[in-house]
C-alpha cells in the first residue's frame, strides 16, 4: 500500500540553524500539507499545497518557513532560523483532493532545538 | 474560527468495556469530519469520516460515529474495545468556505485497554 514517507525520523538542531524537513507523498496524490504537533499540544495546520504554490498558511507559518517541491516527488519544509518554540513533530501529509478527501499522514520528523 | 474539542484528555477502560469519546467542533456550516488514530509508534490513520448522506458512520475495526448537527458533535463509539485499541484519537473537522483542506484537529484522546 502506498504511503507517505519522511526524513528524518529526528532532527536536533542548535538555535539559529537552517532545517529542512523531507517528505515523498503519494504518487498520485496533488495536495500536500504540513502540520505541526508541539509536545502535549493539538496537531495544527501549517501549510497546504498545490500546483506548484502554496494554497493556504496558517498564521504559524511565517517569513521564517517556507515550503518547495523541488521535483516530482519530494515536499520540503524549510526553517530558515530555528527557534526553540520550534520543537515538535512536523507531519507531512497528502491528498488526491482537497477538503473532501482523506489525508494520508506521513510517521512524522521530531524536530528538536536546542 | 473553526476550533474541536474533545472531552477526555484520557481514558481508560477494561478489554470489552464499551467506549465513547466526545467531540464538538465549532463552525456554523457545512463540514466535514473525520476522526483519527495513531497507534503507538505509528503516523495518523483515518479511522472513519462523514461527509454526507446517513449521519451514522461506520469505520475500520469496527469503529463507528454519529454526527449530530444540531449539537455539533461527532462522538466516535465502539461497543466492545480490546487491547489493540490503545492509541491516541483525534477528532478533525474541515469546513467549507474557502479552505484548501486544512484539517483542525482535536486535542486528542489518548486511550488505554487494560487486557
Known amino acids: 500500500e502506498p504511503e507517505v514517507t519522511q526524513t528524518p525520523s529526528h532532527q536536533v538542531t542548535q538555535m539559529g540553524q537552517e532545517v529542512i524537513l523531507r517528505c515523498v507523498p503519494i504518487s498520485n496524490h496533488l495536495y500536500f500539507y504540513w502540520y505541526r504537533q508541539i509536545l502535549g499540544q493539538k496537531v495544527e495546520f501549517l501549510v497546504s499545497?498545490?500546483?506548484?504554490?502554496?494554497?493556504?498558511k496558517s498564521e504559524i507559518f511565517d517569513d521564517q518557513f517556507s515550503v518547495e517541491r523541488p521535483d516530482g516527488s519530494n515536499f520540503t519544509l524549510k526553517i530558515r532560523s530555528t527557534k526553540l518554540e520550534d520543537s515538535a513533530m512536523y507531519f507531512c501529509?497528502?491528498?488526491?483532493?482537497?477538503?473532501?478527501?482523506?489525508?494520508?499522514f506521513g510517521p512524522g520528523t521530531r524536530l528538536t532545538v536546542l | 474560527a473553526q476550533s474541536v474539542s474533545q472531552h477526555n484528555h484520557h481514558v481508560i477502560l477494561s478489554e470489552a468495556a464499551s467506549l465513547e469519546l466526545g467531540c464538538n467542533y465549532s463552525y456554523g456550516g457545512t463540514v466535514n469530519l473525520f476522526w483519527y488514530v495513531q497507534y503507538p509508534g505509528q503516523h495518523l490513520q483515518l479511522l472513519l469520516k462523514?461527509?454526507?448522506?446517513?449521519?451514522l458512520v461506520k469505520g475500520i475495526k469496527g469503529f463507528e460515529a454519529e454526527f449530530i448537527k444540531s449539537k455539533f458533535s461527532f462522538n466516535l463509539r465502539k461497543p466492545s474495545v480490546q487491547w489493540s485499541d490503545t492509541a491516541e484519537y483525534f477528532c478533525?473537522?474541515?469546513?467549507?468556505?474557502?479552505?484548501?483542506?486544512?484539517?483542525?484537529f482535536g486535542k486528542g484522546t489518548k486511550l488505554s485497554v487494560k487486557p
Open positions: 478533525a473537522v474541515i469546513g467549507y468556505g474557502g479552505s484548501q483542506g486544512n484539517l483542525i
Open positions: 462523514y461527509f454526507s448522506g446517513d449521519p
Open positions: 499545497f498545490y500546483n506548484n504554490e502554496i494554497s493556504e
Open positions: 501529509a497528502s491528498s488526491v483532493w482537497a477538503s473532501s478527501d482523506e489525508q494520508f
